[in-house]
């Protein structure tokens, strides 16, 4: 084919992969659970390689997928199963730390930076890049860019969006926007970048980005905690904000059902208090200064919450191995319940306060049409960001009658219940595939109108990731007055 063989011309033989077994890890998505063909697959080194890229597929009319390490866990790097077979755009080999100022505390790097690297390269000048995540030793800035990803650390240091100073991104055009600046101020009129992060490669393909480095933490407190219920957790959380303020750098809730998970799928994690049963919590503290005077102040605060009744057990670490150890156990989950079944995952978010009435609200709704169905919680607690989870064994779940509508009776429920405490359907994963329906029940005519303006005017031709973020403009949508009601609700 004339586009293959332009490709080559342009790249080398090497960095086009048609192959079945060379495309297979790059057209199935982390789960498993979508897969579809693409054209081929494209391995560019550098911008202008990227750019040429997509004039060449804008003259051959053919769809630009943008791929990073291709753990999206909804669905939104992979090719979808309608429309033409796009070519993927994978920029594993745009890794390099183009610079860094440790004055200007900045970084600029290539898009296809896998995140850990970014990290050690971040720490080797004494410098943090904060946001953290499960996938980090494979996910690529630029996936995390697209996401608006979120993680461990939104906490104290917010999310993908405020570690981003500036962008350089490849247009539907083929041209090259240079916004590589590494400004703090900058008002100079639309901030573009933010369009573009959060945009799921349906605007342009990033390729290099700026990020803001903050002091490197030199002591650091974990401690695990086992509670009784949200609400006491919930508690805690209020005292460690009203006696450490910014140097709270996580605060994460997990459930019972998610520690078995865990050890039953993951050898040699372990849990380091005596009872599964209830509620668990891991909770960071760092900063600057001495490991000693930190551990003080974390043990402070939970001879007071053990005085209140509001744990019933506490483990601080005592070593750095310890405090890996501990972050491993979260850092599984992902993988533990990929092994273990069918999770009906939701990314919802509520305002911190509402934490405790949306776990009881969504439990009930989900009782309610898959009654004793275990579940699933893990999150970011300290962001509001829970993942609710209906879990079923694979036997389980292919035993079900009428899966898809099941599955989205139950997303329904729960993102219903995070919609009635005005919270959101995707709090940092994304929509991908798997929330394009949730994007028209939720979202009011109006919004999706002027998202829809938004693709137009950067990518009149749907070259990229069509199908993605926004649901057809033709499809079924809720009254205007009900999607009124609805978006006051979210
Ligand atoms: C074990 C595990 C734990 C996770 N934990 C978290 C978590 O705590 N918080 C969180 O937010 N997410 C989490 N995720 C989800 C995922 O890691 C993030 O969404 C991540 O940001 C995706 O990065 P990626 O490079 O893998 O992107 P991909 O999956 O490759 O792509 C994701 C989307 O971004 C687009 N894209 C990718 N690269 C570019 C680019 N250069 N330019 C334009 N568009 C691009 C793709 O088209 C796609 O739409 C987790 C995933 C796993 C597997």
Redesign the pocket.
């Given at each position: 084919m004339a586009l293959i063989e332009a490709f080559k011309q342009l790249l080398g033989d090497t960095a086009v992969l048609t192959q079945d077994e060379d495309l297979a890890g790059l057209i199935e998505d982390?789960r498993g659970r979508f897969r579809a063909p693409a054209l081929c697959a494209v391995l560019p080194s550098n911008p202008q390689q990227v750019a040429a890229i997509v004039r060449l597929c804008i003259e051959h009319g053919v769809p630009v997928?943008?791929?990073?390490?291709?753990?999206?866990?909804c669905g939104?790097?992979t090719p979808f199963d309608e429309g033409k077979r796009p070519v993927i755009v994978a920029?594993t080999r745009m890794r390099r730390i183009r610079s860094i100022d440790p004055v200007n505390n900045t970084m600029e790097v290539d898009?296809?930076c896998v995140l850990a690297t970014i990290h050690e390269a971040a720490a080797a000048t004494g410098r943090l890049y904060p946001v953290s995540?499960?996938?980090e030793g494979?996910?690529?800035i630029?996936?995390?860019?697209?996401?608006n990803?979120?993680?461990?650390g939104v906490l104290r240091y917010g999310n993908t969006r405020d570690n981003v100073l500036g962008l350089e991104v490849v247009l539907s055009d083929g041209s090259i926007w240079d916004g590589l600046y590494a400004l703090r101020k900058n008002n100079t009129g639309y901030d573009l970048k933010h369009l573009f992060i959060g945009s799921?490669?349906t605007l342009?393909?990033?390729?290099g980005a700026v990020l803001k480095l903050h002091p490197l933490p030199t002591a650091e407190a974990v401690a695990w905690l086992a509670v009784d219920d949200p609400q006491r957790a919930l508690d805690v959380l209020g005292l460690f904000q009203a006696s450490c303020s910014s140097r709270l750098s996580a605060f994460e809730l997990l459930n019972d059902n998610q520690i078995r998970l865990v050890l039953e799928q993951m050898p040699g994690r372990r849990c380091p208090v005596a009872r599964i049963d209830g509620w668990h919590v891991v909770v960071e503290l760092s900063d600057t200064g001495s490991t000693q005077e930190i551990t003080a102040t974390m043990q402070a605060v939970l001879e007071r919450a053990l005085e209140q009744g509001l744990i019933s057990d506490a483990v601080v670490a005592s070593s750095g191995a310890q405090r890996q150890a501990m972050w491993l156990v979260r850092?599984s989950v992902?993988?533990a319940n990929k092994k273990a079944g069918v999770g009906l995952t939701s990314d919802t978010a509520v305002p911190v306060s509402a934490v405790p009435a949306f776990i009881a609200q969504a439990t009930a709704s989900v009782r309610a049409i898959v009654p004793d169905v275990p579940v699933v919680v893990v999150g970011?607690m300290g962001d509001g960001n829970i993942h609710f989870i209906p879990f079923f064994s694979f036997d389980e779940w292919n035993a079900m009658p009428d899966r898809d509508s099941l599955a989205d009776r139950v997303r329904q429920a729960i993102d219903d219940a995070a919609g009635a405490l005005r919270g959101t359907f995707s709090a940092?994963?994304?929509i991908?595939r798997t929330l394009i329906g949730e994007m028209s029940r939720y979202k009011a005519p109006v919004e999706l109108a002027l998202m829809r303006a938004v693709k137009q005017a950067f990518d009149p031709l749907s070259l990229f990731?069509p199908g993605?973020v926004l649901p057809p403009a033709a499809a079924p949508s809720v009254s205007p007055s009900v999607a009124t009601t609805r978006q006051r609700e979210t």
């Open positions: 982390w997928l943008p791929q990073g390490g291709n753990t999206s866990l939104g790097a920029l898009a296809g995540l499960g996938a494979s996910c690529q630029g996936g995390n860019i697209a996401t990803a979120g993680g461990t799921e490669g342009g393909i990033v390729t850092h992902s993988e970011h940092e994963h994304g991908g990731n993605r």
